[in-house]
Structures are given as C-alpha cells and as structure tokens.
C-alpha cells in the first residue's frame, strides 16, 4: 500500500491584533530609533482572501524590517522571531507565487514569499508544537504552584533548601535541562518553542514566588524548578525511552522534590 504524504502546512505568528510582526527585528529597531514606521499587515482582515506584501525587499535578503511573508513549516520554530513574543495569534497561509528561503541547513523549515492566501487561524498552542497544550497548561498553573512551593519554603527553610540543593545538583550533574531537553529541541525543530516556555516559566514562577515573600535564593530556585517543568511537558515524548532517559524526565519534572510538580500529559 502506498504511503499517504502528509500535506505541507505553512504558518504565521502574529500580535494578539492580528498584525504580522517585522521579520528582522533588530533592523526594526533601528528604523524605529530613527522614527521611521514599519508596515505591516493585519491578517485577521484579510481570512479567505489573497495578500500582496505592501513593501516588498530583495529576494530573499533581510534587507528591511518586514520585507516579505516569513512563513514556517515546522510549528516548534514559529516563534523564532516574534519580536514581542507572547501571546500571538497563529494563522494557516497558503504561499503564492516566488518563493525562497535562505537555503542550507539552518532555514529548511522556513519559508519566504511576497504573496499570500489567508486560509483561517488555528489554535496558539500548535505554536509550541504538537506538545502545546500541555506547555500552556503547566505554564496556567505555575503561579499556584509557585506560591505553594514558597509557602513550603517558608515552613522548612533549612530542609527545603537541602532538598533543593541536591535537586539542582543532579539537574546540572546530567545537564537534564542545558543538555538532554536542549540537544532534544533542537533534533525535534523545537527550539523556538523550549525559549520562550521556559523564559515565560521562569517569569511567571519569579512573580508569584516574589509576591509570595520568598526570599532571592528560593525564588531562583523555585525559578529553576518550573522552567524545567515546563521543558519537560514539551520534550515529554523526546525524553522517556529507558532507565536513564526516565530518570532525567524525571528530574524535569521535579523528581525528588517534595511536591508534585507534574501535571496531565
């Protein structure tokens, strides 16, 4: 029997307002410094309809802010350059016409054209990759999760801070957040996707942790705790195969830690 070939999907990431977002964000730093404006294009406006870029650049350079359709094919990398990051909106484009990337093997999943079709908006989530819902639903909890693991280091300061220590020493010693679901995001096209769910970890974890009353060192470590949490949600289906490899998940998931710190895969 012949084996079904699954379609190419391409997508962009917009603001929550549905505008695409400069493709070189650096370059649109320095246009705005220099009170330039930066055009661009809602897509919310345009669902079912086909788009003509305003202000098209030189095939395929980065030549101007926004100066073509950057597209992606892989959902893992698709907040690689959302120049204000999250939440966006994410949206299934058809290219049309020329298209082009910057070849080698650093772009194979992106994609580059002057044309459009807006074929409708999908979940935010996919954003993340196929994992998305889950990394969004550990990130939902981790402000209740960090204030309880900050209510618990106030408690037993002295013993929680043990039970830290040693955490985050085999954290570090199997390198099972910098190595393991690193190396992984990167083999799986995902490491878009582990950036900013472990910067968005981190951030919501030291806010609650900081609110709660938690002194510096519980809050970096509580910090720690959910970035790894977070990490091992989305690389779940890339680290389990093994002794070891649980091992590490498990560590990911706040093994040996007093409180569970897994939510539903």
């Known amino acids: 029997m012949a084996r079904s070939i699954r379609p190419v999907v391409h997508y962009i990431a917009t603001r929550p307002d549905g505008t695409v977002p400069p493709t070189d964000i650096y370059s649109a730093q320095y246009h705005r410094a220099q009170g330039e404006t ?3 294009v809602n897509l919310a406006d345009h669902v079912g309809q086909v788009i003509d870029h305003p202000t098209p650049g030189r095939k395929w350079y980065t030549d101007r802010p926004f100066g073509y359709f950057h597209m992606y094919t892989r959902p893992g990398e698709i907040l690689d350059r959302v120049e204000d990051g999250w939440p ?9 016409g020329e298209t082009g990337n910057w070849g080698g093997d650093l772009s194979p999943y992106w994609l580059m054209s002057h044309q ?3 074929v409708e908006e999908t979940d935010a989530w996919k954003a993340f990759g196929h994992r998305g819902a889950q990394v969004l639903a550990a990130l939902a909890q981790l402000p209740d999760l960090a ?9 037993d300061p002295e013993g929680t801070r043990r039970t830290y220590a040693a955490w985050e020493k085999r954290v570090d010693r199997t390198r099972a957040l910098t190595g393991w679901a690193s190396c992984r995001a990167q083999y799986s096209r995902r490491e878009a996707a582990l950036q900013t769910a472990t910067q968005l970890a981190g951030d919501a974890a030291g806010q609650a942790a900081t609110a709660a ?6 809050v970096t470590l509580i910090q720690l705790r959910a970035r790894c949490l977070v990490a091992g949600q989305l690389m779940f289906d890339r680290i389990r195969t093994g002794e070891y490899e649980q091992s590490i ?16 895969v």
């Open 249 to 264: 998940r498990g560590l990911l998931l706040g093994a040996g830690l007093d409180t569970p710190a897994s939510v539903a």
């Open 116 to 118: 459009i079709r807006v």
């Open 38 to 40: 930066i055009s661009t």
């Open 88 to 96: 966006i909106r994410l949206w299934i484009v058809e290219p049309l």
């Open 213 to 218: 009353s938690a002194d510096p060192h519980a």
């Open 147 to 155: 204030r309880q693991w900050a209510t618990e280091w106030a408690a």
